[in-house]
């Protein structure tokens, strides 16, 4: 099993269901839903703790905070049987996040791909 260290910029694919869910959604979403055309969501967050056995702890505004040391800080543990998968993404194109953020394909820390 591969160790996710903290700091490390992820992609965490979450199933649509947890990500709908009224509390969930106050956060991560901003209070919108997902299509229901979607069965997923990709949250885009550094990796606070990925050693729990109970799910995943990230940070989802580090980027905005980086920028900004004002903003406070925001973690979410997302559990384990709601992850579909985790894509560690340092090296992927800024482009393809921002147009995958454009369409509302994902959600999380602002400048974590450039």
């Known amino acids: 099993m591969m160790e996710l260290r903290q700091n490390t910029s992820v992609a965490v694919i979450v199933k649509r269901g947890w990500v709908n869910s009224g509390g969930v959604r106050m956060f991560v979403r901003e209070g919108q839903e997902i ?3 979607s069965d997923s969501h990709v949250i885009l967050a550094r990796v ?6 109970r799910g995943l702890w990230v940070e989802l505004n580090r980027g905005q905070r980086e920028a900004d040391p004002s903003v406070r ?4 543990m997302i559990p384990w049987s709601e992850v579909l998968g985790v894509v560690i ?9 921002a147009s ?3 369409l509302g394909f994902v959600t999380g820390c602002g400048e974590l791909a450039e």
Do not use: C, F, N, T
């Open 100 to 102: 995958a953020r454009e």
């Open 48 to 53: 606070s703790d990925g050693g729990d056995e």
């Open 35 to 37: 299509p229901k055309q």
């Open 89 to 97: 993404h340092e090296d992927l194109s800024p482009k393809a996040w």
């Open 73 to 76: 800080l925001m973690g979410i």
